[in-house]
């Protein structure tokens, strides 16, 4: 196969981020291993990666699951670095958090180990979420790197999205503490609301609840699930091709350390539907009086300072988010 920047793999290339890393490696000229779940009864449609420019030449597509850590070996072998992006999602808490988290964790650490194995994986970036980062003061209203998500509290209030957090946080921390004692080069990205297009098949979660007030009425034709009917007065965003450039950023920077929050700009219920408005006049709009009799949620701002300090530069505000999503979901039949 053709060779250019060198191989890495991404873990979990169906999801939203990971496909859209996968397209931005191979635009830059990088040949890429990705994994998915293997189905017993059906198999997964993966046109959407194998189309993608480049993927025929430079695209490895293999079964590998969390659940058998071992399982991500041959796809990591021969690579010089590894984007760790699969994770179990439990937003409708079908398994005990227990389990979801066990299996987040050790199928982190059976990558980790690969990773060391292949003697040729320079740096691993691990995707972690804002939900790692929640702070337990209601007050503050900017979050940075040194914020950890009390995992002990949310076992015990179970708001929304806790099995997740749980999950999110704790397997942060063990891959930070096993690149820490074994001398493998990691480090984490830790987005937060992810808006713009999508690739995969599905709508993904977090463009559901930023466009809820649109997708739950017409023209939208789709029932959301449970993950995506969850809006906020405020909260942090950032374009789903600045989070995949940052990515690739943090792989090729000289010297990263440790966690990377990734997070445009804060923001608000009467921003994005006053952008939305003016974009798409012909769009149904629900009040700003309603949506705020609807919604409560608030989350604080995540400080971008470290990745900036390091040298990126995003490349999208919040009107190109919210276009470029919208846009997406019509093509798609969502709106």
């Known amino acids: 196969m053709e060779e250019s920047k060198g191989r890495v793999c991404v873990t979990g290339g169906t999801g939203f981020i990971g496909s859209w890393i996968i397209k931005r490696l191979l635009e830059d000229g990088y040949s890429v291993n990705t994994t998915i779940r293997s189905h017993p009864e059906h198999k997964k449609d993966v046109s959407f990666l194998t189309n993608l420019p480049g993927a025929s030449q430079r695209l490895q597509i293999l079964s590998a699951d969390l659940s058998e850590p071992g399982s991500f070996k041959d796809a990591i072998d021969g690579c010089i670095g590894v984007f760790h992006v699969a994770t179990p999602v439990n937003f409708d808490e079908k398994e005990p958090e227990e389990i979801v988290t066990k299996r987040s964790i050790d199928g982190a650490l059976g990558i980790l180990k690969a990773c060391l194995s292949s003697k040729t994986v320079r740096r691993v970036v691990y995707t972690s979420s804002a939900s790692a980062l929640t702070h337990r003061d209601k007050e503050v209203e ?189 093509e798609k039949g969502y709106l």
């Open 142 to 330: 900017v979050v940075d790197e040194s914020s950890w998500t009390d995992v002990d509290s949310r076992r015990t209030t179970k708001p929304f999205g806790w099995s997740y957090a749980c999950s999110k946080t704790l397997t942060e921390k063990a891959v930070l503490e096993f690149g820490e004692q074994n001398g493998l080069d990691v480090v984490t990205v830790t987005p937060t609301f992810v808006v713009g297009p999508f690739i995969c098949p599905k709508l993904p979660g977090s463009v559901g609840s930023t466009l809820y007030f649109l997708l739950a009425n017409p023209p939208s034709r789709i029932r959301l699930r449970k993950m995506d009917q969850f809006s906020y007065l405020q909260a942090p965003m950032v374009h789903v091709d600045d989070v995949a450039r940052a990515h690739i950023f943090l792989l090729e920077h000289p010297n990263p350390k440790g966690r990377y929050n990734c997070s445009k700009c804060l923001a608000t219920i009467e921003e994005v539907t006053e952008i939305v408005s003016a974009k798409y006049p012909k769009f149904h709009m629900p009040t700003i009086e309603s949506l705020r009799e609807s919604i409560s949620l608030k989350v604080p701002d995540l400080s971008s300072k470290k990745l900036m300090d390091a040298g990126f530069d995003y490349k999208y505000g919040l009107e190109e988010m919210l276009v470029d999503a919208i846009e997406c979901c019509k």
